[in-house]
Structure formats: C-alpha cells, structure tokens
C-alpha cells in the first residue's frame, strides 16, 4: 500500500471527517473502491457542489444556497418571537414539531470557553444587531441545548438583551415526554419540581 | 433545511460511508461546511480520483494504481511462498512485521455464506490461477481473520488446495504477545496448549 498514492490520499482526506479515526478511513476507502465506486463519485459531486453553493442565510444565518433561507422568506412566520437554536439540525427538530411559526436565528456552534470559542466566534453581535433590527420582535427563546456549554451560551445570550425590551425565555426543563421517573436523573426531576405547573 | 437540496444530497451521500448513518452525516456535513471546506474540496478531489485510477493488481488482487502492485513488482521477493489475506489492511499489517518476505494474494473478502458471499464472488478462482502459475511455489500460507468466516475460507481454499504438491500452512493460534493468561479468552488457551512448543 506504500505506494498506493490515491488510497493513501483518500485514506488521509477521509480522517478530515469528524470522528472518522484511520481504521475508519481504511474501512470507508476500501468499502467505496471495493463495492461502491459508483457512490465514491456520488459523494465526490456531492462535496464539490456543497462547497461551493452553501452559503449562511443574511437574517438567520442558517444554511442555504441563497441570500435568504426559506424559514426568513416564509411571508406567514410570526416576526414576533425569534427561537435561538446552535445548529442546523436544531432547527430542523424545532421545526418538525410543527410547534413554532417564529423565526429563528442558528448560532452555528456554542460558546465553549474551554475549546477557544467566544462570543466572536459563534456571530452573536450578528444576533443582536439582528434582534435590533427586527421591529415587531417582542420574544427571544433561547433553545440552546442543555449541556454545560448550551446552557452557558444562553445566559450570555440573556444576559446581553436585558433592558433592550425584549422579553427573554428558555425552553422549560422537565421531565421527557415518555419517561418513567425511576429512570429520568435527579437534576432533571428536581428542575421539574421547581417549575411544576 | 428542507429546501436546501446541495447540503441534503451530500447528507444523503456521506450515508453511503459504511458505519455513517443519518446523524453522523448531518454531523458530518455541517463540520465540513462550518469549519473546513478546503477538507470537503480536498475529499471531493481524492473521491474522484481514487475512483478512476485505483485498479486491482493482475497478479495478487490488491488495490495498485499500476498494472502490478510494488510487492509483486519487487525483485527481491521469496517466490516459493505465498501469502493469502482477506484485505489490503491485512497485508499491509504483514508487511509491518518485517517477518514475511514472500508474495500475496488478497482476496479482497471472505467466504459468508450467510450474506451469499461464495467462492466466485472472493475470486477464489484467480487465487488458484495464481497457485498454478507460480512454478518455484513451495508454501501457501493462509492468514485469513481468526474469526467464523475467516477460518471458514481458511478451510475451503486448504481443501482446494489438496493434492497440488504444495505445502499449505495457516498462521498459528496461540497467547497473544504480552496478554496475561487470566484475560485470554479459554478457546485461545485451548489451542495455545494443544500446539505448544
């Protein structure tokens, strides 16, 4: 294999991939030459035309291949309220509930001091300027995720838009939908006994 | 997202990976796009060219852009031995050892019957071919994987291999290097003991 200067290449250019170690790559080179060629050209494609058309919504920052993304072209979204989420696939969650016609500004990462990702970083002058802008805006609901870094993302984020006028919120903690309690873990049960309804 | 038909194409692509289903490639595809599109441009140019160029060496079977792999190339190889492995991976872990100075044959697979993988789809035919034609071949050495298929192979290309008037090894089984007795498994200890030395 020494010699094998386009396998070691997309062996190497494979481990680019997040979570992808060099067995892995190994096993996804050997799997597309030996079986799939055909989806190796596919992918090929597929990377090239994503690279270059994706590009970040001007108002949301989501991805997309034009100047706005469909969610901020949709005439019918409630300008009142704008739904912070960190990424892409948040957004798509949020949205499959079928539970939220607001709008949504993505992050596209979360504050995690420890790593070297600031305020800078995840754009969130690029929030506020856009919540300055927005004249009908009345709600901002935090829907960051709940692990340390989420949670650390949303308080900056709150603490940022006090005395702007704005009313600020966070999804409610509590039990998950489903869930028996003797499986669900003690911060999330105490969390859902402070905010009982 | 739903709109958005480059990033789906490529979610739907990198699910071809093996081991890749819908969340790594969503996870996937938003690091290539947030934080290394020069990675995705660079994946892209290896797919492609991987795909057009790598082809099957015509004497051992493994991946080679040329019409001989270096190892069937080289001069300097033992032709009475032959080596038969499962994958490039396998053959490229021999070569490590510096112990083996002999040829290959990788058959790129092994014997499945359960996924209705027989002995033309592993081209067991070229491996005797190959036998055939190698005229100073003394030893077969079979160093397929220890495990059900593996040995199965093992078991089939052995049988083939009767009568020929070629000598047909296998790897031995035995304690690992540098394992404690107490955590090897009791089928090791079992073989270790009955081919003990």
């Known amino acids: 294999?020494?010699?094998?200067?386009?396998?070691?290449?997309?062996?190497?250019s494979l481990r680019r991939l997040p979570g992808v170690g060099v067995k892995s790559?190994?096993?996804?080179?050997?799997?597309?030459l030996q079986h799939d060629r055909e989806g190796a050209v596919q992918?090929?494609?597929?990377?090239?035309?994503?690279?270059?058309?994706?590009?970040?919504?001007?108002?949301?920052?989501?991805?997309?291949e034009d100047e706005l993304c469909p969610t901020c072209r949709d005439p019918r979204r409630d300008h009142s309220q704008l739904c912070v989420v960190e990424t892409p696939a948040d957004q798509a969650a949020m949205e499959r509930t079928g539970a939220y016609k607001g709008l949504y500004f993505v992050l596209m990462g979360k504050l995690s001091p420890l790593d070297g990702v600031g305020p800078r970083d995840i754009g969130l002058q690029k929030l506020f300027d856009r919540i300055s802008s927005e004249a009908d805006l009345r709600e901002v609901?935090?829907?960051?995720?709940?692990?340390?870094?989420?949670?650390?993302?949303?308080?900056?984020?709150a603490q940022a838009l006090k005395g702007r006028g704005v009313q600020v919120t966070r999804l409610a903690r509590g039990v998950p939908v489903g869930s028996e309690l003797e499986y669900v873990d003690l911060g999330t049960i105490a969390h859902a006994l402070v905010d009982r309804r």
């Open 141 to 157: 609901i935090l829907a960051t995720n709940f692990t340390a870094e989420g949670e650390t993302t949303a308080h900056v984020i």
């Open 43 to 64: 992918l090929a494609r597929a990377l090239e035309h994503a690279a270059g058309s994706v590009k970040h919504c001007s108002l949301c920052h989501t991805f997309t």
């Open 25 to 32: 790559a190994q096993r996804m080179a050997f799997h597309l």
């Open 1 to 12: 294999m020494a010699d094998n200067h386009s396998l070691e290449l997309l062996i190497q």
